[in-house]
DNA sequence: CTGTTAGCGCATTCAT
DNA sequence: ATGAATGCGCTAACAG
């Protein structure tokens, strides 16, 4: 029984027992076809017996190749992001790369030290939906590279879900229904994705027609879209587009609580479609791809690593609305 | 203009800069105690002057300290583990550890190539509720301090959280609501919690008398929950108690899809009260106590990596039903 | 207090 | 095809 607990088997045991080189045993790993077939047996042989497993750490020293990326998300238990976590992961796994996880709470400072924390120890960063200046962002770029999702900052490489499209559809979609006066509810002021989202329903509204309005959730929760209820209906709206799904949620729960029944008597659309039909009505709301975001932002980081090359690449992922129960047309109304 | 992009500034040249000794430079950022104030902010200067950042790696290699753990869980997507990877999260960072997020996919094989993998960069690792064999991971723990999540192995550090006590409190809640036949449907032949939950329906059903059936959706799902509808109406239960609520979920959705109003004409109970009260209906559920168990789980590594003295000790955290409003008496039967 | 000297475990020249 | 030597960047005795 060998296995010394600690420490762990060396390239230096392992010679011994083999008879060969430390330099031997390393090729045996590294670069087999260097070695004779036989050789390479016997190396592996012996490093059966002793239990010997490469030290990654001192390779990632010798090499300056870590075989680890990071990624960090604003908040893990949002379900927006354990799908792209785990696209992610399976990405890179692909690539034999492992991947460090952090999360900032919604907080700009937390992501920044998360970024220095881990940039010592991954050759590459994936940052999703950052909350952090683009001027910081600029500066983690530099020394380490750099993937973006859902944040636009020149010079950077990054995948962005383009939500404007489906957005714009749900507004239509609510036009059609007949509803004129709605309200969009934003999340975070630091989000590009809520810029953008703001941005669409503020288009799509002026050239419907529509009546629009906003209340701020701050931060993305079923808590904040609860809060948030009390102030959409005293902006006299039938519809709500709300910044996320959780969100939304929230909002629905809120108007339940006050026998505001939904579709009857209000519309509500969320954005990510990070509950799939799971809630009740099941909402309407905007498609994600954040699967395909983070396998995406994956390779495209990959690839950044592989050829110091690719500078400022961009992926764009267009959405679209699915249309589920929780929008309806517009109640009628006393007055004209 | 410093920061040469890649490789990053070394002790030797902020040495050089500050002209002192590689070690002083060294003693400035692990044991300023040991050098005279002067010096420290000399070389403090001197490191900022360069843009110096200690590389994590060496310093590894050099103390055997990774400064990081692992948590590998089988599924991120599932509500029930996010709450606990975030406070995990948070906990460790207390103690200035990063860690490495493992997604097995329900697969064994797949976890134990995570615990390979990981193991030569962590100091220690926790596994949430292992699909794994005792056998691979009693050999894992003999490489690197393991602490366990769900899931009994003796002589391995765990935290356990016991859903037994409030199983049995919804199957006694179940029994006071009329209903004489109840299924089970049971989750992961190879989890503990599985085998635990479905051990606690099974007693308290014999204690009080209930007709008890079992159902099997293998992975816990909303799909699997939802397949599995057909199979429960099939056995004349009037109630269930899913392996957890993602599954109990499923099946609220395959009772409404069948015409079949809950509580009224079924009841229905969750484990792990991983949605909160966000279903519609909401749902009754046990208690799961995931944070605390996360949290839990990294102190307890942190401490048997402190003093190699601590081997089996034991967290236990109980449990209790939630009730919401997936419960109700039992459907009268037209039949004595 | 501070400099000198050795490694940590491995990959990689350069020889042979 | 293989061995010997050197260094990755840092910490840790060991001397002064």
């Not at 998360?114 to 950052?130: D, K, M, N, T």
């Not at 499209?165 to 309200?183: K, P, S, W």
């Amino acid at each position: 029984m060998a296995a010394e607990r600690k420490g762990g088997v060396t390239i230096s045991q392992v010679a011994k027992e083999a008879g060969v080189a430390r330099s031997s045993v390393s090729r045996a790993y590294t670069r087999p076809d260097m070695l004779s077939p036989e050789t390479v047996e016997r190396i592996k042989a012996a490093a059966g017996r002793l239990g010997y497993v490469p030290n990654h750490t001192a390779r990632a020293l010798s090499t300056g190749r870590y075989g680890n990326l990071a990624l960090i998300v604003p908040d893990v238990a949002n379900p927006f992001f354990p799908p792209m976590i785990r696209a992610a992961q399976v990405e890179a796994d692909r690539s034999d790369f492992c991947v460090f996880l952090g999360n900032s709470d919604e907080d700009p400072e937390k992501e920044d030290q998360l970024l220095g924390r881990f940039s010592g120890q991954v050759e590459g960063i994936i940052l999703a939906s950052p909350r952090l200046s683009d001027e910081r962002i600029a500066a983690h770029a530099l020394l380490r590279p750099l993937v973006l999702i859902n944040r636009d900052v020149k010079g950077i490489p990054k995948v962005l879900i383009d939500s404007g499209t489906g957005i714009a559809e749900a507004t239509q979609h609510l036009a059609d229904f007949r509803h004129r006066n709605i309200v969009y509810v934003s999340g975070p002021s630091t989000s590009w994705s809520n810029k953008q989202r703001r941005a669409a329903v503020r288009q799509a509204s002026k050239k419907l027609g529509l009546d629009l309005s906003f209340v701020s959730a701050s931060v993305p929760s079923f808590e904040a879209g609860l809060q948030a209820v009390d102030a959409i209906l005293a902006k006299g709206a039938t519809a709500a587009i709300a910044f996320d799904d959780v969100t939304a949620q929230g909002i629905l729960a809120g108007l339940g609580e006050r026998g505001v029944s939904v579709p009857g008597e209000f519309s509500v659309v969320g954005c990510d479609d990070a509950l799939g039909p799971l809630t009740v009505p099941s909402l309407t709301t905007v498609s994600s791809r954040s699967i395909e975001a983070g396998k995406l932002a994956v390779s495209l980081l990959l690839e950044v690593l592989g050829s110091q090359a690719v500078r400022d690449a961009s992926y764009v992922l267009e959405t679209h609305l699915i249309v589920r129960s929780t929008t309806g047309p517009a109640p009628e109304r006393g007055q004209g």
